[in-house]
T-cell receptor
Framework: TQLLEQSPQFLSIQEGENLTVYCNSSSVFSSLQWYRQEPGEGPVLLVTVVTGGEVKKLKRLTFQFGDARKDSSLHITAAQPGDTGLYLCAGFTGGSQGNLIFGKGTKLSVKP | KAGVTQTPRYLIKTRGQQVTLSCSPISGHRSVSWYQQTPGQGLQFLFEYFSETQRNKGNFPGRFSGRQFSNSRSEMNVSTLELGDSALYLC???????????????FGPGTRLTVL
């Protein structure tokens, strides 16, 4: 069974601080996605990383896919209250019958 | 362009009952996937439908079933409800099935099911 472990489970920080969220597995994924989910809503896709070692930047968010395609990280610079939410990583198992395996998420709270 | 809609948004049932949840995908999207989200297990894949055919299934008991209609709308059914079925049920639509990395899924807001 392929599993994705996310850490930390909870994170509470002040506005302006930096943070990093981790997503680790013993399995290799063909691609990995990060989502943000707000209360009462479904997850919204932030980014997809495909190549080992790939780094993608989305304004204050930086995503990295590990060289071996088993792990990923999300770094947020100068966090803002609007960044508050549940951050989920999801790995695609690959192949025509593949599906997404989700981590349990990191609940981020950014206080003004 | 309207997003993915799910009905009802909230549902309370008792053990042993059955329930049907509905999902309308984004116009033009032909693939619909269903997920169960709980605090303990996180988001888990239930099944995926494309062109009225189930093309992939997660590791859930046979009490969980689904179908897709010719207009791409989908329903999922849970029979003989158990307390552990209490969860947020999410549906996601995409243009076509296939490698997710090239084919973004859009999630609906979910149906919150409580089993008493």
């Amino acid at each position: 069974t392929q599993l994705l472990e996310q850490s930390p489970q909870f994170l509470s920080i002040q506005e302006g601080e930096n943070l990093t969220v981790y997503c680790n597995s013993s399995s290799v994924f063909s691609s990995l996605q990060w989502y943000r989910q707000e209360p009462g809503e479904g997850p919204v896709l932030l980014v997809t990383v495909v190549t080992g070692g790939e780094v993608k930047k989305l304004k204050r968010l930086t995503f990295q896919f590990g060289d071996a395609r088993k792990d990923s990280s999300l770094h947020i610079t100068a966090a803002q209250p609007g960044d508050t939410g549940l951050y989920l990583c999801a790995g695609f198992t690959g192949g025509s019958q593949g599906n997404l395996i989700f981590g349990k998420g990191t609940k981020l709270s950014v206080k003004p | 362009k309207a997003g993915v809609t799910q009905t009802p948004r909230y549902l309370i049932k008792t053990r042993g009952q059955q329930v049907t949840l509905s999902c309308s995908p984004i116009s033009g999207h032909r693939s619909v996937s269903w997920y169960q989200q709980t605090p303990g297990q996180g988001l888990q894949f239930l099944f995926e439908y494309f062109s009225e055919t189930q093309r992939n299934k997660g590791n859930f008991p046979g009490r969980f079933s689904g179908r897709q209609f010719s207009n791409s709308r989908s329903e999922m059914n849970v029979s003989t409800l158990e307390l552990g079925d209490s969860a947020l049920y999410l549906c996601a639509s995409s243009l076509v099935p296939g490698p997710i990395s090239y084919n973004e899924q859009f999630f609906g807001p979910g149906t919150r099911l409580t089993v008493l």
